[in-house]
């Protein structure tokens, strides 16, 4: 289900208010989201979902970063559902390697800061040193409802509740957790946005 | 559950345990709560200890707040370590005697005096930072001695947890893991939700052991509420445990090839969990079935399509893993690196009680599916397989074997169950009643304590995960390893650190 939030942060151009973030969450109750309810894209499948948006994937890659984008994945304290997620675009089912995309060890090699988690307190001085350490131009996506600022922990004495507390943010995926085709998603829309 | 309570001063912790438990028993949890509100002066600290055929014994204490300390029992029982270093960051109860009182949960940027979970604490401030000394690991000297730091942050895409190795060459001599880095207070969350909601709690804990909390959590609550679940329920839950475990095992296997650049098993064993993660989303709606799992039992019924489609994909999967088993344990490389590495020995995890496939692979015989019986697995038939090297190979091969168990219990559940209701709504339950949900993770045993407040809502939420359970004893596993098979030890074991930490 494409449902990927687009936010620019600019220099002097503030950001979304909270509430409006808020808003997005897909759960009726705010405590129990009910995913017993099948998704109504179920009969379409990955297959046909993948298929399109790889063709722009790949191309918005080789015109942008010039053949690869390189991605650091930083676990902010996620639940580590959003963390096996991302594991799981490089299974051969996905195999994001074959769009130019590889993940890197070092935020010194990377393009792109791929967030999962909300930040907690132990770690947002990683965080913080992730992102200066990741040269410019860079894009963060952040990744899951607790990354995104509308997730279930939220604000408390060890957390605090969202990447763009901290670092700012270009593109939001929600999800709990998104799945690796809304990943990817959200990785096109970065690039879709840097022109 | 019958839990049989003992009460104990606390400044004699130690000696009621040894007259009044000793080593017969193994310790499950302790949870520490201020029940200042229900009129208690002021902390109060349990210790639950299964002592065996199923029974819980609780060692109580209060502490006062006017001299907030206890004589410490991790001396004497390695396993309560963490817990009684738990209770001193949250709550200030001071273990005297402890012999490693080092910050925990809360690093040490942590202001000095401030405890966050006591009540009157605000779930939502805050704390400037202190600037301190540091964590302070054991110092190392000698000639070619060398630190490691490795971590919090990984090069790899996984949770952040640091490892400090001291190493001679490439061999480790000592191994500390400092966690707690994804520590996110979920436990303060859950103070005065609705009891009812409180699965969309026990499901943030950890992604992939969803399934096996949420079921703890609905087990604690309907003990409190004393409804029955539907029976129909009841193998429904069992079914998605299982499938929990199944896909975990599969991916396991993959990620234990993974660990020793085999590109061939890492990739089938990706491949195969995909393709149950897919089922999963397509029958189920969630790929870590989460959402399903509630007090009163299941969100809704599955038709006899919907299972037979999850039976048709199991055991289709059954299949291919049995068969990348069969190629794993042929590769001579894979045979050399698992073989004689990473032991864990049977004295180190019976002393810390370690649990699940890890305690298994070293001849710790604990199940919660045999020895604490929920859900429906008293109805149905099923080996608990152990062995006894402790070593990586050991935690491959129980995995192999439980994942085989599990596709089997798959289909005795699809085959056998009954029809009927899925749900009955537990209703009002009475104020300051607590009780434990005991179920069995793919990574071990997960304890829940819930205490109910007033109006439905939880008033004290305590998580011990498997993965808390046994982190402790991973540092045991590394010594005498060279510095390269400590991920795949690591792996060997799957702990969650988000499990551990919440």
Known sequence: ?195 | MKIEVIRADRRQLAETYESALGSGSRLLTMVASDEKDIGIDRFVLRYFFATGNGQVTELKTVVPETDPSFSSLAGKLPAASWYEREAQDLFGVQPVGHPDPRRLVLHDDFPDGVYPLRRDYPLEQMQPRQSNGGFSFPPVKGEGVFEIPVGPIHAGVIEPGHFRFQVMGDTVFHLEARLFYTHRGLEKRAEGIDLLQGSGVSEQLCGVCSASHALSYAQAVEQIAGTDVPVRALYLRSLLAELERFYNHVGDIGNLCAGIGFSHGSNHGARLKEALMQMHYRILGHRYLRGMIIPGGVRRDLTGGQLSEILRVTQDVKVQIQQLVKEITANQIALDRYRGTGVLRQDIAQQFAAVGPAARASRIGNDARREFPHAAYRQLDFEIPMLEEGDVLARFLIRALEAGQSAELVRQIIGTIPEGEVLTPPGELPAYRYALGITESPRGENVHFVMTGPNNTIYRYRVRSASYANWPVVAFCAPGNIVPDFPLINKSFELCYACCDR
């Open chain 1, 1 to 195: 289900m494409l449902y990927v939030l687009k936010r620019l942060w600019k220099y002097g151009l503030g950001t979304l208010p909270r509430r409006q973030l808020n808003e997005m969450q897909t759960a009726s109750a705010p405590y129990m989201p009910d995913y017993s309810r099948l998704p109504q894209n179920s009969q379409r499948g990955y297959e046909e979902e993948l298929e399109m948006i790889q063709e722009r994937l790949t191309e918005r890659i080789k015109k942008i970063f010039g053949r690869s984008l390189h991605i650091r994945h930083l676990d902010s304290g996620s639940s580590n559902a959003c963390e096996w997620e991302v594991t799981a675009l490089l299974n051969p089912v996905y195999d994001v390697q074959r769009f130019g995309i590889d993940f890197v060890a070092s935020p010194r090699h990377a393009d792109m800061l791929l967030v999962t988690g909300g930040v907690t307190r132990n770690l947002e001085e990683a965080v913080r040193k992730t992102y200066a350490a990741t040269p410019a131009p860079k894009l963060v996506v952040a990744v899951g409802d607790d990354a995104c600022g509308t997730g279930f922990a939220g604000r408390t004495y060890a957390h605090y509740g969202g990447v763009d507390q901290i670092i700012p943010v270009h593109v939001y995926v929600p999800g709990d957790p998104p799945t690796p085709v809304s990943i990817l998603q959200g990785i096109l829309k970065a690039l879709e946005q840097t022109h």
